[in-house]
């Protein structure tokens, strides 16, 4: 997969070798069961009009640059996500620059730059997408301009999960209330982090709330089970012998308990 920066100095350049492609739309924080509905769905156009696999998203988070006094938690960082998105064959990632400049850009100009301009010929996103200055730019209007330009639109319907929308913030809510076997109806998999037995969790993931967890730890081609209590929202206490473990820890988190439960570390 090719990884591409993109930011308004270098997006000319870009532009004049980026080939044909469908493309996804969207910030897709967390990759989750909804995110790749619509991956997808660009997928399969790609494949049946022998189109190029990409996917376009922003980082930093649109609401910190805009909102700068309110606090992102982040799912997770460019680098996991970079992961699963290989994993669902993408084949290039454009990862825009975002700006408070770009987030004046009118809707229809952002298309002819940042979306034609990188020769998309099919787009597909949410049902909810928006983009351009103070998000003007809905579905209804990314159709108007698909269908002057003569480029393919698919929009994907919503994805539920017990009568609720399958989204990166149903997930912050679910690790705020604790609900952590709800996870994997909505990411596909346990939620993931890298955490650091010195510095604490990793820039850019998000803890569940202060409690204790049944929790797997990725040990080359095995799991460690064990139980890692939150102490805030930095740090945890891993119930296990530390000096047998690397510095650097993947920890998937399975299910909450109630209490402490009572382990031993020998």
């Known amino acids: 997969m090719r990884i591409i920066y993109v930011n308004a100095n270098n997006l000319q350049e870009i532009r004049k070798s980026s080939p044909n492609a469908a493309m996804a739309l969207g910030y897709f924080d967390g990759v989750h069961l909804g995110h790749q509905k619509v991956i997808q769905t660009a997928k399969e156009k790609a494949k ?18 805009l909102f700068p006094e309110i606090e992102i938690s982040y799912l997770e960082p ?7 998105l290989e994993r669902l064959d993408v084949d290039i990632f454009y990862i825009v620059e975002f700006t408070k400049e770009l987030a004046k850009v009118e809707a229809n100009d952002f298309l002819d730059d940042y979306i034609i301009g990188l020769n998309a010929k099919e787009i597909i996103c949410g049902f909810d997408y928006t983009y351009g200055a103070k998000a003007r730019g809905t579905v209804q209007t990314l159709a108007a301009y698909a269908d002057t330009h003569q480029v393919g639109l698919s929009v994907v319907d919503e994805l539920k999960w017990n009568n609720q929308k399958i989204s990166s913030t149903l997930i912050r809510k679910h690790l705020s209330e604790r609900k952590l076997s709800e996870l994997p109806h909505l990411l596909g998999g346990f939620y993931k982090i890298k955490y650091c037995q010195k510095n604490g969790i990793l820039p850019n993931y998000s803890l569940p709330n202060i409690g204790s967890y049944k929790v797997l730890i990725e ?8 139980v890692a209590t939150v102490k805030c929202k930095k740090y945890i206490q891993i119930h296990h012998e530390m000096s047998t473990l690397p510095n650097l820890l993947t920890i998937q988190w399975v299910d909450q308990f109630e209490t402490i439960p009572a382990v031993s570390v020998k």
């Open 48 to 65: 049946v009009q022998n189109l190029s696999l990409a996917v376009l998203s922003f980082f930093p988070h649109p609401k910190s640059v």
């Open 78 to 84: 460019i680098e996991q996500k970079i992961e699963k």
């Open 219 to 226: 040990d080359q081609h095995s799991f460690i089970e064990c």
